[in-house]
Protein backbone atom coordinates (compact mmCIF):
# COMPACT_ATOMS: atom_id res chain seq x y z
CA UNK A 1 0.00 0.00 0.00
CA UNK A 2 2.80 2.65 1.35
CA UNK A 3 4.47 1.60 -2.28
CA UNK A 4 1.31 2.07 -4.63
CA UNK A 5 1.07 5.51 -2.34
CA UNK A 6 4.32 6.36 -3.51
CA UNK A 7 3.95 5.72 -6.85
CA UNK A 8 1.06 7.71 -7.46
CA UNK A 9 3.24 10.58 -6.08
CA UNK A 10 5.82 9.89 -8.42
CA UNK A 11 3.27 9.91 -11.11
CA UNK A 12 1.99 12.81 -10.63
CA UNK A 13 4.86 14.67 -9.87
CA UNK A 14 5.79 13.11 -13.49
CA UNK A 15 3.18 14.49 -15.27
CA UNK A 16 4.52 18.17 -13.87
CA UNK A 17 7.72 17.59 -15.01
CA UNK A 18 6.52 16.79 -18.17
CA UNK A 19 4.58 19.69 -18.85
CA UNK A 20 7.30 22.10 -17.78
CA UNK A 21 9.61 20.29 -20.39
CA UNK A 22 7.18 20.69 -22.80
CA UNK A 23 7.08 24.23 -22.53
CA UNK A 24 10.85 24.59 -22.06
CA UNK A 25 11.35 22.30 -25.77
CA UNK A 26 9.18 25.00 -27.37
CA UNK A 27 10.40 28.15 -25.99
CA UNK A 28 14.09 26.95 -27.12
CA UNK A 29 13.53 25.07 -30.01
CA UNK A 30 14.87 27.61 -32.18
CA UNK A 31 17.87 28.54 -30.32
CA UNK A 32 21.19 27.05 -32.09
CA UNK A 33 24.05 25.41 -29.65
CA UNK A 34 27.09 23.01 -30.46
CA UNK A 35 26.57 19.17 -30.33
CA UNK A 36 28.79 17.02 -28.63
CA UNK A 37 30.03 13.44 -29.22
CA UNK A 38 32.77 11.90 -27.54
CA UNK A 39 32.83 15.21 -25.52
CA UNK A 40 33.86 17.76 -28.34
CA UNK A 41 32.62 19.37 -30.95
CA UNK A 42 30.47 17.89 -33.99
CA UNK A 43 28.11 19.70 -35.65
CA UNK A 44 25.09 21.82 -34.82
CA UNK A 45 21.65 20.87 -32.72
CA UNK A 46 19.28 23.35 -30.89
CA UNK A 47 19.23 23.46 -27.19
CA UNK A 48 15.39 22.76 -27.60
CA UNK A 49 16.78 19.74 -29.59
CA UNK A 50 18.38 18.15 -26.64
CA UNK A 51 15.86 19.08 -24.00
CA UNK A 52 13.16 17.13 -26.42
CA UNK A 53 15.53 13.80 -26.30
CA UNK A 54 14.97 14.36 -22.80
CA UNK A 55 11.57 14.72 -23.17
CA UNK A 56 10.77 11.62 -25.05
CA UNK A 57 12.77 9.65 -22.57
CA UNK A 58 11.01 10.79 -19.74
CA UNK A 59 7.47 9.86 -21.77
CA UNK A 60 9.09 6.72 -22.10
CA UNK A 61 9.14 6.04 -18.65
CA UNK A 62 5.98 7.68 -17.84
CA UNK A 63 4.65 4.71 -20.37
CA UNK A 64 6.50 2.21 -18.30
CA UNK A 65 5.20 4.07 -14.58
CA UNK A 66 1.82 3.09 -16.40
CA UNK A 67 2.23 -0.66 -17.60
CA UNK A 68 2.87 -1.20 -13.64
CA UNK A 69 -0.34 -0.33 -13.13
CA UNK A 70 -1.52 -2.64 -16.11
CA UNK A 71 0.59 -5.91 -14.90
CA UNK A 72 -1.05 -5.74 -11.69
CA UNK A 73 2.37 -5.23 -9.50
CA UNK A 74 0.41 -3.73 -6.74
CA UNK A 75 -1.76 -6.70 -4.99
CA UNK A 76 -2.29 -7.61 -1.49
CA UNK A 77 -2.17 -10.80 0.51
CA UNK A 78 -4.76 -12.42 2.68
CA UNK A 79 -3.91 -16.01 2.32
CA UNK A 80 -2.10 -16.99 5.26
CA UNK A 81 1.45 -18.58 6.16
CA UNK A 82 1.92 -20.29 2.92
CA UNK A 83 -0.95 -18.73 0.59
CA UNK A 84 -3.75 -21.89 1.23
CA UNK A 85 -6.35 -19.69 3.09
CA UNK A 86 -6.07 -22.67 5.01
CA UNK A 87 -7.72 -21.07 8.20
CA UNK A 88 -10.27 -19.32 6.40
CA UNK A 89 -12.97 -22.30 6.24
CA UNK A 90 -13.37 -21.81 2.24
CA UNK A 91 -14.30 -18.67 2.51
CA UNK A 92 -10.66 -17.30 2.00
CA UNK A 93 -10.34 -15.89 -1.86
CA UNK A 94 -13.43 -13.92 -1.50
CA UNK A 95 -12.38 -12.36 1.53
CA UNK A 96 -9.20 -11.69 0.44
CA UNK A 97 -10.78 -10.20 -3.24
CA UNK A 98 -12.94 -8.12 -0.78
CA UNK A 99 -10.74 -6.77 1.37
CA UNK A 100 -8.03 -5.65 -1.02
CA UNK A 101 -10.72 -4.33 -3.00
CA UNK A 102 -11.54 -1.84 -0.68
CA UNK A 103 -7.46 -1.00 0.01
CA UNK A 104 -7.37 0.02 -3.52
CA UNK A 105 -5.33 -3.09 -4.45
CA UNK A 106 -5.26 -5.56 -7.30
CA UNK A 107 -5.88 -9.45 -5.91
CA UNK A 108 -3.16 -12.19 -7.25
CA UNK A 109 -4.17 -15.08 -8.50
CA UNK A 110 -1.94 -17.50 -6.11
CA UNK A 111 -0.25 -16.19 -3.16
CA UNK A 112 3.23 -14.21 -4.00
CA UNK A 113 4.83 -14.49 -0.87
CA UNK A 114 7.56 -16.41 -2.54
CA UNK A 115 7.96 -14.19 -5.59
CA UNK A 116 9.12 -10.86 -5.61
CA UNK A 117 9.08 -10.17 -9.30
CA UNK A 118 6.76 -7.71 -8.99
CA UNK A 119 8.51 -5.75 -6.81
CA UNK A 120 11.59 -5.91 -9.31
CA UNK A 121 9.59 -4.62 -12.02
CA UNK A 122 8.87 -1.78 -9.83
CA UNK A 123 12.62 -1.28 -8.91
CA UNK A 124 13.41 -1.70 -12.29
CA UNK A 125 11.35 1.12 -13.83
CA UNK A 126 12.15 2.99 -11.17
CA UNK A 127 15.74 2.53 -11.41
CA UNK A 128 15.59 3.44 -14.95
CA UNK A 129 13.88 6.71 -14.71
CA UNK A 130 16.59 7.78 -12.61
CA UNK A 131 19.01 7.08 -14.93
CA UNK A 132 17.40 9.49 -16.93
CA UNK A 133 17.26 12.22 -14.33
CA UNK A 134 20.63 11.71 -13.40
CA UNK A 135 21.94 12.00 -16.95
CA UNK A 136 20.06 15.02 -17.07
CA UNK A 137 22.07 16.44 -14.14
CA UNK A 138 24.84 15.20 -15.37
CA UNK A 139 24.68 17.38 -18.55
CA UNK A 140 23.53 20.09 -17.42
CA UNK A 141 26.49 20.06 -15.12
CA UNK A 142 28.56 20.07 -17.62
CA UNK A 143 27.23 22.80 -19.51
CA UNK A 144 27.34 24.87 -16.11
CA UNK A 145 31.30 24.73 -16.42
CA UNK A 146 32.75 28.08 -16.78
CA UNK A 147 34.80 27.54 -19.78
CA UNK A 148 31.03 26.07 -21.12
CA UNK A 149 29.23 28.56 -19.64
CA UNK A 150 25.89 27.73 -21.74
CA UNK A 151 23.30 27.35 -18.92
CA UNK A 152 23.68 27.78 -15.20
CA UNK A 153 20.85 26.70 -12.56
CA UNK A 154 18.83 28.76 -10.46
CA UNK A 155 20.27 31.00 -8.07
CA UNK A 156 19.00 33.08 -5.73
CA UNK A 157 20.31 36.15 -3.79
CA UNK A 158 21.76 35.59 -0.59
CA UNK A 159 22.90 32.02 -1.66
CA UNK A 160 26.25 31.30 -0.93
CA UNK A 161 28.00 28.62 -3.46
CA UNK A 162 31.48 28.24 -1.29
CA UNK A 163 32.46 29.14 2.00
CA UNK A 164 35.90 30.28 0.99
CA UNK A 165 35.47 31.60 -2.27
CA UNK A 166 32.62 34.19 -2.16
CA UNK A 167 32.57 34.55 -6.17
CA UNK A 168 31.31 30.94 -6.89
CA UNK A 169 28.12 30.03 -7.51
CA UNK A 170 28.21 26.10 -7.81
CA UNK A 171 25.93 23.71 -9.44
CA UNK A 172 24.69 22.44 -6.27
CA UNK A 173 21.24 21.63 -7.53
CA UNK A 174 22.64 19.78 -10.13
CA UNK A 175 24.73 18.07 -8.31
CA UNK A 176 21.98 16.47 -6.22
CA UNK A 177 20.23 15.60 -8.98
CA UNK A 178 22.99 13.86 -10.26
CA UNK A 179 24.29 12.16 -7.12
CA UNK A 180 21.08 10.52 -6.35
CA UNK A 181 20.87 7.78 -9.46
CA UNK A 182 23.99 5.97 -7.96
CA UNK A 183 22.30 4.80 -4.87
CA UNK A 184 18.94 4.07 -6.29
CA UNK A 185 21.03 1.83 -8.99
CA UNK A 186 22.42 0.25 -6.07
CA UNK A 187 19.04 -0.53 -4.34
CA UNK A 188 17.27 -1.53 -7.57
CA UNK A 189 20.16 -4.05 -7.69
CA UNK A 190 19.34 -4.90 -3.96
CA UNK A 191 15.90 -5.39 -4.93
CA UNK A 192 16.66 -7.99 -7.47
CA UNK A 193 18.33 -10.52 -4.83
CA UNK A 194 15.02 -10.48 -3.47
CA UNK A 195 14.14 -12.75 -6.33
CA UNK A 196 16.38 -15.73 -4.26
CA UNK A 197 13.66 -16.39 -2.16
CA UNK A 198 13.53 -19.50 -0.09
CA UNK A 199 10.34 -21.77 0.42
CA UNK A 200 7.26 -19.88 0.70
CA UNK A 201 8.44 -17.23 3.04
CA UNK A 202 11.47 -15.80 3.78
CA UNK A 203 12.81 -12.96 6.00
CA UNK A 204 15.91 -13.02 4.67
CA UNK A 205 16.05 -11.48 1.37
CA UNK A 206 12.35 -9.56 1.81
CA UNK A 207 13.84 -7.31 4.75
CA UNK A 208 16.08 -6.06 1.80
CA UNK A 209 12.79 -4.02 0.68
CA UNK A 210 12.07 -2.41 3.36
CA UNK A 211 15.41 -0.59 3.21
CA UNK A 212 15.82 -0.49 -0.44
CA UNK A 213 12.12 0.24 -1.82
CA UNK A 214 11.83 3.77 0.32
CA UNK A 215 14.76 5.05 -0.42
CA UNK A 216 14.27 4.55 -4.19
CA UNK A 217 10.84 5.82 -3.98
CA UNK A 218 11.96 9.04 -2.09
CA UNK A 219 15.45 9.66 -3.90
CA UNK A 220 13.82 9.17 -6.86
CA UNK A 221 11.02 11.48 -6.11
CA UNK A 222 13.10 14.01 -5.08
CA UNK A 223 15.12 13.87 -8.00
CA UNK A 224 12.08 14.55 -10.40
CA UNK A 225 11.20 17.89 -7.68
CA UNK A 226 14.39 18.81 -7.92
CA UNK A 227 14.41 18.21 -11.86
CA UNK A 228 11.12 20.47 -12.37
CA UNK A 229 12.45 23.32 -10.44
CA UNK A 230 15.77 23.48 -11.98
CA UNK A 231 14.18 23.20 -15.76
CA UNK A 232 11.72 25.67 -15.34
CA UNK A 233 14.06 28.12 -13.70
CA UNK A 234 17.45 26.98 -15.75
CA UNK A 235 19.19 30.66 -16.95
CA UNK A 236 20.11 29.92 -20.90
CA UNK A 237 22.99 31.43 -21.96
CA UNK A 238 22.19 31.88 -25.61
CA UNK A 239 24.97 34.42 -26.36
CA UNK A 240 28.10 32.02 -25.02
CA UNK A 241 26.07 28.98 -27.18
CA UNK A 242 26.73 31.18 -30.39
CA UNK A 243 30.09 31.91 -29.76
CA UNK A 244 30.97 28.04 -28.65
CA UNK A 245 29.57 27.07 -32.12
CA UNK A 246 32.15 29.88 -33.84
CA UNK A 247 34.72 28.73 -31.59
CA UNK A 248 36.29 26.58 -33.96
CA UNK A 249 36.29 29.10 -36.79
CA UNK A 250 33.94 27.14 -38.75
CA UNK A 251 35.27 23.48 -38.39
CA UNK A 252 31.66 22.17 -36.94
CA UNK A 253 30.24 22.74 -40.52
CA UNK A 254 32.65 21.13 -42.37
CA UNK A 255 30.35 18.23 -42.93
CA UNK A 256 27.91 20.06 -44.17
CA UNK A 257 30.47 21.88 -46.54
CA UNK A 258 32.00 18.78 -47.62
CA UNK A 259 28.68 17.86 -48.85
CA UNK A 260 27.74 21.11 -50.62
CA UNK A 261 31.59 20.85 -52.06
CA UNK A 262 30.78 17.15 -53.58
CA UNK A 263 27.77 18.35 -55.51
CA UNK A 264 30.20 19.36 -58.16
CA UNK A 265 33.51 17.89 -57.51
CA UNK A 266 32.33 14.55 -55.83
CA UNK A 267 31.89 13.47 -52.55
CA UNK A 268 35.66 11.47 -52.35
CA UNK A 269 37.08 14.73 -53.93
CA UNK A 270 35.31 16.70 -51.37
CA UNK A 271 36.20 14.77 -48.32
CA UNK A 272 40.14 14.89 -49.13
CA UNK A 273 39.92 18.41 -49.81
CA UNK A 274 37.86 19.28 -46.23
CA UNK A 275 39.82 16.56 -44.36
CA UNK A 276 43.09 18.38 -45.62
CA UNK A 277 41.39 21.60 -44.40
CA UNK A 278 40.57 20.92 -41.12
CA UNK A 279 43.35 19.12 -40.28
CA UNK A 280 45.76 22.24 -41.21
CA UNK A 281 43.46 24.78 -39.48
CA UNK A 282 43.47 22.67 -36.12
CA UNK A 283 47.25 22.20 -36.35
CA UNK A 284 48.20 26.04 -37.08
CA UNK A 285 45.57 27.84 -35.23
CA UNK A 286 44.18 28.89 -38.10
CA UNK A 287 40.03 29.78 -39.24
CA UNK A 288 38.77 26.82 -41.37
CA UNK A 289 36.96 28.56 -43.75
CA UNK A 290 39.98 30.82 -44.71
CA UNK A 291 42.11 27.63 -45.16
CA UNK A 292 39.79 26.08 -47.10
CA UNK A 293 39.31 28.53 -49.62
CA UNK A 294 42.57 28.78 -50.56
CA UNK A 295 41.82 25.67 -52.06
CA UNK A 296 41.92 25.93 -56.30
CA UNK A 297 39.22 23.20 -55.81
CA UNK A 298 37.22 25.03 -53.70
CA UNK A 299 37.53 29.01 -55.30
CA UNK A 300 37.42 27.81 -58.84
CA UNK A 301 34.08 26.78 -58.54
CA UNK A 302 32.66 28.38 -55.28
CA UNK A 303 31.93 32.13 -53.71
CA UNK A 304 33.76 32.93 -50.41
CA UNK A 305 30.22 33.75 -49.32
CA UNK A 306 28.74 30.19 -50.74
CA UNK A 307 30.99 28.89 -47.40
CA UNK A 308 30.07 31.94 -45.27
CA UNK A 309 26.40 30.68 -45.57
CA UNK A 310 26.54 27.31 -45.17
CA UNK A 311 28.73 28.02 -41.74
CA UNK A 312 25.70 29.34 -40.53
CA UNK A 313 23.94 27.19 -37.96
CA UNK A 314 20.01 27.54 -38.94
CA UNK A 315 21.34 26.05 -42.58
CA UNK A 316 22.58 23.28 -40.96
CA UNK A 317 20.14 21.73 -38.27
CA UNK A 318 18.48 19.38 -41.21
CA UNK A 319 15.14 17.82 -40.00
CA UNK A 320 15.11 18.81 -36.13
CA UNK A 321 12.00 20.82 -35.97
CA UNK A 322 10.22 18.12 -38.06
CA UNK A 323 11.76 15.64 -34.85
CA UNK A 324 11.04 18.16 -31.90
CA UNK A 325 7.44 18.46 -33.11
CA UNK A 326 6.68 14.85 -33.79
CA UNK A 327 7.98 14.76 -29.80
CA UNK A 328 6.07 17.27 -28.65
CA UNK A 329 2.78 16.27 -29.75
CA UNK A 330 3.39 12.46 -28.29
CA UNK A 331 4.41 13.92 -24.80
CA UNK A 332 0.74 15.73 -25.12
CA UNK A 333 -0.86 12.65 -26.13
CA UNK A 334 0.90 10.20 -23.52
CA UNK A 335 0.30 12.67 -21.14
CA UNK A 336 -3.68 13.47 -21.84
CA UNK A 337 -4.12 9.27 -21.72
CA UNK A 338 -2.28 8.85 -18.61
CA UNK A 339 -3.88 11.59 -16.25
CA UNK A 340 -7.01 9.97 -17.61
CA UNK A 341 -5.50 6.80 -16.10
CA UNK A 342 -5.19 8.36 -12.92
CA UNK A 343 -8.35 9.73 -12.41
CA UNK A 344 -9.82 6.80 -13.48
CA UNK A 345 -8.79 4.68 -10.66
CA UNK A 346 -8.88 7.25 -8.33
CA UNK A 347 -12.87 7.17 -9.08
CA UNK A 348 -13.22 3.42 -9.20
CA UNK A 349 -11.86 3.89 -4.97
CA UNK A 350 -14.26 6.48 -4.71
CA UNK A 351 -16.70 4.51 -6.09
CA UNK A 352 -16.21 1.21 -3.45
CA UNK A 353 -16.30 4.04 -0.56
CA UNK A 354 -19.75 5.15 -1.40
CA UNK A 355 -20.74 1.58 -2.11
CA UNK A 356 -19.81 1.68 1.78
Known sequence: MQTKQAFEVILE????????????????????????????????????FKLAVWLDELVRSYQRLQTLIDHQVFVGSISGA???????????????????????????????????????EIAEVLGIYSGTLGKIGHELFNLMKTEVNEVTEPFKKGEVGSSTMP??????????????????????????QSMLFDGERDAIHWRNEWVALPEITNYLDAQIVNATYI????????????????????????????????????????????????????????NFLEVLYQREEVNHYFK???????????????????????????????????????????VSREAITAKE
Open 82 to 120: VGTYAAFGGDGPAVEKEVLTRLGLDVPNISWQSSRDRLS
Open 231 to 286: LSELNVNEDQMKKNIALQGGLPFAEKIMFELGTIIGKQTAHEVVYESAMTAIEQHR
Open 13 to 48: HTQKLIEVLTEQVQRYRETPMIGRTHGIQAIPITFG
Open 167 to 192: QKRNPALLEGLASLTQPVFSDVALIH
Open 304 to 346: RSDLDEWAKAENDLGNISQRIELVVKNAGRVLAKGAWDLERDQ
